[in-house]
């Protein structure tokens, strides 16, 4: 029966993590589940970093981004001794089960985890990538959109202003979904992705066919997966011989108030998370897909996420 369980970020924070875990400790205590924050993510397992929370423990964080819980990357927790100790933490606090707010890096390494010692394990799908396979939306990446495309209208004032050509970096890994986002919502004239092959080359003809035409100013936006800002706006001055600016939007992406969307989905996955543990599910994740909450197994959350790209992609074609 499940008495006790654990609460634990890991991987890149995101906006709405602590709403999460707001939701996850209330959920539980109002189950009659103990629960015990974990601090570090995987490290707090291993180093047995960790204290039982109550209601309070989770005031005032819903509007917080980050985590309470602090996060990073753990390749400790990949090594037999890393798992071992982390599972002697977990059976001196009795602790019956575990949820973990992070991406798919995050869910890789729980699942290996149950895989090997049978601790009960839900995921919460955070990641400002949105790149979990199985879901529609992950929390965090609505606010990291937002965030993103704020600055990306305010790069546009200039870009109009002066006409210049901007290329802006985006986060994303390997999914361009934050660069597509940012694109079809700021208007802008191409984006790269790393789901995409780009030719710099087709991209500076277009740019002088437009100048021809009296269009002077561009917005390019560059997924960090698939291409760096400076490189791409080197080769287009060096083929168009016209001046470009950068800029790198960089983690300014992982802060800051998450917005509803972000919390809405945390509070609602929290809250389902705890539910899953008390009827006995594991090695999955809560997911929101097609308009509902439901779940989804880590080893379909783990594979690479194929998410409407297409579509997106050349509704952009269509609308610039
Ligand atoms: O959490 C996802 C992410 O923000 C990616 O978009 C980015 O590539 C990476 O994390 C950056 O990692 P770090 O914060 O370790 O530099």
């Known amino acids: 029966m499940m008495k006790k369980i654990a609460v634990l970020t890991t991987g890149g924070d995101a906006p709405g993590m602590n709403a999460a875990i707001r939701a996850v400790v209330r959920s539980a205590i109002n189950s009659k589940l103990e629960v015990m924050g974990v601090f570090r993510g ?14 309070r423990s989770v005031s005032g964080i819903i509007n917080q981004g980050g985590t309470i819980l602090k996060t990073g990357r753990c390749p400790e927790f990949y090594t037999a001794e890393g798992q071992e100790r982390a599972y002697q933490t977990i059976k001196k606090h009795s602790i019956d089960g575990i949820i973990v707010i992070g991406g798919n890096g995050s869910f890789k390494a729980a699942h290996e985890f149950y895989k090997k010692y049978k601790v009960p394990c839900i995921g919460i799908p955070a990641s400002i990538d949105n790149d979990v396979n199985g879901i529609d939306m992950t929390i965090g990446a609505d606010t990291a959109v ?15 202003s002066m006409e210049r050509i901007f290329v802006v970096e985006v986060m994303g890994r390997d999914f361009g979904y934050i660069a597509l986002m940012v694109a079809l919502g700021g208007g802008c004239e191409e984006v790269i992705i790393p789901e995409k092959k780009f030719d710099l080359e087709a991209i500076s003809h277009n740019i002088v066919q437009g100048s021809l035409k009296g269009k002077m100013s561009w917005i390019i936006v560059v997924a960090e997966g698939a291409a760096r800002a400076d490189d791409v706006a080197k080769k287009i001055t060096e083929i168009t011989d016209l001046e470009t600016r950068t800029v790198v939007l960089g983690h300014v992406q992982r802060g800051g108030r998450p917005t509803a969307i972000s919390r809405d989905l945390a509070l609602n996955l929290g809250k389902a998370a705890v539910d899953c543990l008390l009827k006995g599910d594991s090695d999955k994740a809560v997911a929101f897909h097609h308009g509902k909450i439901g ?24 609308l610039t």
């Not at 970093?49 to 209601?55: A, C, G, R, V, Y």
């Not at 937002?146 to 109009?160: E, H, P």
């Open 146 to 160: 937002n965030t993103a495309l704020a600055a990306i209208d305010n790069i546009r004032d200039t870009a109009t």
């Open 295 to 318: 779940t989804v197994d880590f080893e379909t959350a783990i594979k690479k996420k194929e998410l409407g790209i297409e579509d997106m992609y050349n509704l952009l074609k269509i």
């Open 42 to 55: 995987w490290w707090g397992l291993i180093n047995e970093e960790l204290k039982s929370f109550d209601h």
